[in-house]
């Protein structure tokens, strides 16, 4: 998965004109080096791995967030003029794996939850064995208040995300 993200990034990367790439603690092989691990809170501890400038404007920054899932957590997040716009969050288990994606506005921030199982034991897995099993969006308010109801069962690591990941930049 980590490939195909680093591949995609190349390709933006490639498309835009105006580029610049600060990496901290990346190895770009199937290992990721962390050498200023920060702690954010209690039970999350986050490294920023790469922040990409895309333009003026935007930035992504890649973070891998553990204490979430044994077999490692990461979130993708883009943001504008310094601010949060899209979070996507990938969160890796020994029998499948989840994607939540943020999509942030002026007020509220509408999520969608993917859930996969891994339909071959994990150390297997192809893109074939993966199965989805949930897909659902709901919406909440910029503090993580539901604003809808929502199933019961939905991942819900808003809190640590917020407590892990500035939503402004400095």
């Not at 610049?20 to 691990?37: G, L, R, W």
């Not at 969160?91 to 989840?98: K, S, T």
């Not at 192809?126 to 069962?153: A, C, H, Q, R």
């Amino acid at each position: 998965m980590k490939k195909i993200i680093i591949n995609l990034i190349g390709i933006l990367l490639l498309s835009c004109g105006n580029t610049n790439i600060h990496s901290q603690n990346v190895v770009i092989q199937d290992t990721v080096m962390y050498d200023n691990t920060n702690t954010y809170s209690q039970n999350v501890v986050i490294s920023q791995d790469t922040v990409i400038t895309i333009s003026q404007n935007t930035t992504i920054i890649i973070y891998s967030i553990e204490n979430i899932s044994s077999e490692g957590a990461e979130a993708i997040i883009r943001y504008v003029q310094g601010r949060i716009s899209l979070c996507k969050i990938n969160i890796y288990g020994e029998m499948g794996r989840a994607n939540l994606i943020y999509k942030f506005s002026k007020n509220m921030i509408k999520v969608t939850e993917k859930d996969y199982n891994y339909e071959v034991p994990f150390m297997q897995v192809t893109d074939k064995d993966i199965k989805l099993i949930k897909n659902f969006s709901y919406k909440m308010d910029l503090n993580g208040v539901l604003l809808e109801k929502v199933d019961s069962d939905r991942i819900d690591i808003f809190q640590e995300l917020k407590d892990a990941v500035p939503f402004v930049l400095k």
